[in-house]
Structures are given as C-alpha cells and as structure tokens.
C-alpha cells in the first residue's frame, strides 16, 4: 500500500549537479522521517540525508554536508534532494525511505524504501 517513487538520477561530469525527489504516498502519517539512503552494490547501504516533515528538521552525513541540501515539497509527501560539486564516490543507487520518526539516519527506523535511482558520476 505504502509506495515511494524516487527520480532525477543520471549520468553527471565530477563537479557537476543532480536533483533527486520522492515522492511517497500510502503513508498514514502526515508528519513523519524521509530519508535519502545510497548503495553500492555489494555494500551496506548508508544514510544521506533525512528530514522530519513535521517541523523541517534534517540531518546530513558528513561526506554530504555542504554539498547536499534535501527540501521539502509544497506537501509532507515529497522531498528533494539538491546534489552539487558531485564526486565520483557519490556513484551509487540512491533510495528514498519513509518512517514515522527519525532516528539518527538508521536503516532499521525505515520500513518502506523505493526502488531507486542511479547516480554516475563520471570522471
């Protein structure tokens, strides 16, 4: 029922930019934890960057920060993520999660995760 659609990913030169966004829908709560997770395959998956919808608050993993920012759509069932100076190890399969609360960018807060979008970022 829950479903979370991710788009945006590409293909981008190193230094350059991408615009992911999310959109979940099913979800039975208004306000709530939205991630941006990545992956490479044969690697554990690791925390973006999330945000409470409640009240706009979000975290970034320290390999993001000011580089990434993630915003919010004009509803509570959307949100972007602003990707700049891009770097080759920001290739990945980026997914969109969805919980009712955040939980310091842990994996297991989130129980429904999107399909994902790549990112390549080539040299």
């Known amino acids: 029922q829950v479903q979370l659609v991710e788009s945006g990913g590409g293909s981008v030169q190193a230094e350059g930019s991408l615009r992911l966004a999310c959109v979940v829908s099913?979800?039975?709560?208004?306000?709530?934890?939205m991630a941006w997770f990545r992956q490479v395959a044969g690697k554990e998956r690791e925390g973006v960057a999330e945000?409470?919808?409640?009240?706009?608050?979000?975290q970034y993993a320290d390999f993001v920060k000011g580089r990434f920012t993630l915003s919010q759509g004009t509803d509570k069932n959307t949100i972007y993520l602003e990707m700049n100076s891009l770097k080759h190890e920001d290739t990945a399969m980026y997914y969109c999660?969805?919980?009712?609360?955040?939980?310091?960018?842990?994996?297991?807060?989130?129980?429904?995760w999107g399909k994902g979008t790549q990112v390549t970022v080539t040299t």
């Open positions: 945000v409470y919808t409640g009240d706009g608050s979000t």
């Open positions: 099913g979800y039975r709560y208004s306000s709530k934890c």
């Open positions: 999660g969805v919980a009712k609360t955040c939980r310091g960018m842990s994996e297991k807060a989130f129980g429904y």
